[in-house]
């Protein structure tokens, strides 16, 4: 009974899917908000935050300098800006050679999608890897290799299996099943190629 409990509250847990640090160094969080990560550098738009530097990310450059980070995480912030492959640009150059940038944002199906005003883009996994190697090269010179590109279910399709489906066959899940069996949230982890 012990064993079920503990593994209902791993699954009911939401914090599973919040971001965190794949490795040791410097950490960014790029619109942290008021919950910014323990001991990371925070950078946000509003001043009444956890942000130690105050700094619109659709405003290029950052005032951050090149090759300053080992971890970037970027929790629920890529669907507020202007110009995302802009944004992508600018953490490759303020990421160190082979760092860690961590992105989190609600997926197309979601409810959380178009639950805030302030979105401005709706993701699929197939435009989450483009940021990170862009079908069309013209867009940007920006590179990542693609460590993982996983899909979050809501709690009821995760207990049926059909997250595991989802994230077998992203590309058939959100082709013929998304709005049946919605996902919350798309994570992805890029590494900088330089």
Known sequence: MQQLR???????DPSQFDLVPTGPGRVLDVGCGSKKYPGAVGVDIAADTDADIVHDLDVFPYPIEDDAFDQILMQDVIEH?????????????IARPGASIQLRTP???SV???GDPTH???FATVAIRSLAEPGF???????FDVVHVTLDLWLAWRVTGMSWVANRWPYVYEQYLAFTFPSMNIRAEFRARK
């Not at 503990?6 to 009911?12: C, G, M, Y």
């Not at 090269?137 to 590179?143: E, S």
């Open 137 to 143: 090269a013209h867009y940007t010179d920006v590179r």
């Open 6 to 12: 503990a593994r209902w509250k791993r699954i009911t």
């Open 112 to 114: 959380l999608a178009y």
């Open 81 to 93: 800006v202007v110009d995302p492959i802009r944004v992508m640009e600018e953490l490759h150059r």
């Open 120 to 122: 401005r883009h709706y």
């Open 107 to 109: 997926h197309y199906s």
